[in-house]
């Protein structure tokens, strides 16, 4: 099971930290991705890191803002946002999957995925 944390109301402009930790398994073999869903919209790939965390993919919204990474000795991945911005709102989940490669950030590629933490960026 994959558990995020962190989301919340944030200034535009201002930051947050989501956390995705792993219950019951290890995400040593799993590469990560973080997705996200906006009222009234699909849901987007934000970012994704492979399992050494010797690769990492975003999306071009997010670029130069976001940073993936992971602390595998603590189960835990992490998303840090910075210069948020209104539309950044929206429900984020983290995805897991053995076979993921982070090449693309497509939903498909991932089986386990977490309920989601709501980030509201609003003033």
């Known amino acids: 099971q994959l558990v995020e944390s962190g989301g919340g109301l944030v200034q535009p402009g201002g930051s947050l930290r989501l956390s995705c930790a792993a219950s019951?398994?290890?995400?040593?073999?799993?590469?990560i991705g973080w997705f996200r869903q906006a009222p009234g919209k699909g849901r987007e790939g934000v970012s994704c890191?492979?399992?050494?965390?010797?690769?990492?993919n975003y999306a071009d919204s997010v670029k130069g803002r976001f940073t993936i990474s992971r602390d595998n000795a603590k189960n835990t991945v992490y998303l840090e946002m910075h210069s948020l911005k209104p539309e950044d709102t929206g429900l984020y989940y983290c995805?897991?999957?053995?076979?993921?490669?982070?090449?693309?950030?497509?939903?498909?590629?991932?089986?386990?995925w977490g309920r989601g933490t709501q980030v509201t960026v609003s003033s």
């Open positions: 890191i492979t399992r050494s965390g010797g690769r990492t």
């Open positions: 019951g398994f290890t995400l040593d073999y799993s590469a």
């Open positions: 995805a897991g999957d053995y076979q993921a490669t982070c090449a693309l950030l497509h939903e498909g590629d991932f089986g386990a």
